[in-house]
Nanobody
Framework: QVQLVESGGGLVQAGGSLRLSCVASGRTFSSYAWGWFRQAPGKEREFVATIRWNGGSTRYADSVKGRFTISSDNTKSAVYLQMNSLKPEDTAVYYC???????????????????WGQGTQVTVSS
């Protein structure tokens, strides 16, 4: 079993920045993909960003490209999401997820991830 714990959410004004963190504990894997997803009230969960376990590959949703940066630290079993130039439409609960055994792949589809964190609220005021 893998447990994921997110932190770093909060309330920020439009144009501001936040850095989300997610730390994994429990079972380890030789390869995996990290993912960040978000879900706004009344909306479906959507993909935000993903990174391969060694940082060799990243992908972003078009809505966050150029504003958000995903990174990982294998020594800490952690993934981060630096969010800059935040907009009110970024308001959502943000979830980190991990897809064990992903090899060289990264995934934008939530169903490929088998472990999820509890979520952290990000609220951007206008």
């Amino acid at each position: 079993q893998v447990q994921l714990v997110e932190s770093g959410g909060g309330l920020v004004q439009a144009g501001g920045s936040l850095r989300l963190s997610c730390v994994a504990s429990g079972r380890t894997f030789s390869s995996y993909a990290w993912g960040w997803f978000r879900q706004a009230p009344g909306k479906e969960r959507e993909f935000v960003a993903t990174i391969r376990w060694n940082g060799g590959s990243t992908r972003y949703a078009d809505s966050v490209k150029g504003r958000f940066t995903i990174s990982s630290d294998n020594t800490k079993s952690a993934v981060y999401l630096q969010m800059n130039s935040l907009k009110p439409e970024d308001t959502a609960v943000y979830y980190c997820a991990v897809a064990p055994g992903s090899g060289s792949y990264v995934y934008t589809v939530g169903s490929m991830y088998s472990a999820w964190g509890q979520g952290t609220q990000v609220t951007v005021s206008s």
